[in-house]
T-cell receptor, first 113, second 112 residues
Framework: GENVEQHPSTLSVQEGDSAVIKCTYS??????FPWYKQELGKRPQLIIDIRSNVGEKKDQRIAVTLNKTAKHFSLHITETQPEDSAVYFC????????????FGAGTRLFVKA | DVKVTQSSRYLVKRTGEKVFLECVQD?????MFWYRQDPGLGLRLIYF???????EKGDIPEGYSVSREKKERFSLILESASTNQTSMYLC???????????FGDGTRLSIL
């Protein structure tokens, strides 16, 4: 079946450094790729998304890249801050055959002050 | 701002009980979803619905059922609760197409 692999499961960086989280998906029909941030005890919230007709998207310190040929997409956070500490989930969704979104297992990011 | 409200933040039930988890959204979204979240496993889809009275099985539907009698409300039912259903349950809603899902705060369910 379809799946999304996410790496690493845990990431620890020093404040001000960059953080990169990588995901690989299996369903070649996937065309929408959201990223969610979940702070401790809170709901997952969308931080950025990318569609298959775009290779890169940036929003301030956050950027996402997509390589459809390799079925690979990544989240880049620059100038990390302690408030970036959270669990991040990538996801992939196809635009046909229903609205099922497959989530990665999550990456717990620690930003050390 | 989209509001997805789950009826309980914490719930404790006994094995064999029938358990109802309720979810209400206020943005007239067509699609609604139920996930369970377990450490190291991410979010796994239990059921989803793309219209009133419509439902589709997700990846782990066994032991669960759902009801969507009104557009704004999507209920998850544990027919006979078991200890392996102890988990965090998240409800979400979205419009059709390439749109993000909006999540509720979750219900932490413990089955004793």
């Amino acid at each position: 079946g379809e799946n999304v692999e996410q790496h690493p499961s845990t990431l620890s960086v020093q404040e001000g450094d960059s953080a990169v989280i990588k995901c690989t998906y299996s369903d070649s029909a996937s065309n929408y790729f959201p990223w969610y941030k979940q702070e401790l005890g809170k709901r997952p919230q969308l931080i950025i998304d990318i569609r298959s007709n775009v290779g890169e998207k940036k929003d301030q310190r956050i950027a996402v890249t997509l390589n459809k040929t390799a079925k690979h997409f990544s989240l880049h956070i620059t100038e990390t801050q302690p408030e970036d500490s959270a669990v991040y989930f990538c996801a992939a969704r196809r635009n046909t055959g229903g609205f099922k979104t497959i989530f990665g297992a999550g990456t717990r990011l620690f930003v050390k002050a | 701002d989209v509001k997805v409200t789950q009826s309980s933040r914490y719930l404790v039930k006994r094995t064999g009980e029938k358990v109802f988890l309720e979810c209400v959204q206020d943005m007239d979204h067509e699609n609604m979803f139920w996930y369970r979240q377990d450490p190291g496993l991410g979010l796994r889809l239990i059921y989803f619905s793309y219209d009133v009275k419509m439902k589709e099985k997700g990846d782990i539907p066994e032991g669960y059922s759902v009801s969507r009698e009104k557009k704004e409300r999507f209920s998850l039912i544990l027919e006979s609760a078991s200890t392996n259903q102890t988990s965090m349950y998240l409800c979400a809603s979205s419009t059709p197409g390439d749109q993000p899902q909006h999540f509720g705060d979750g219900t932490r369910l413990s089955i004793l």
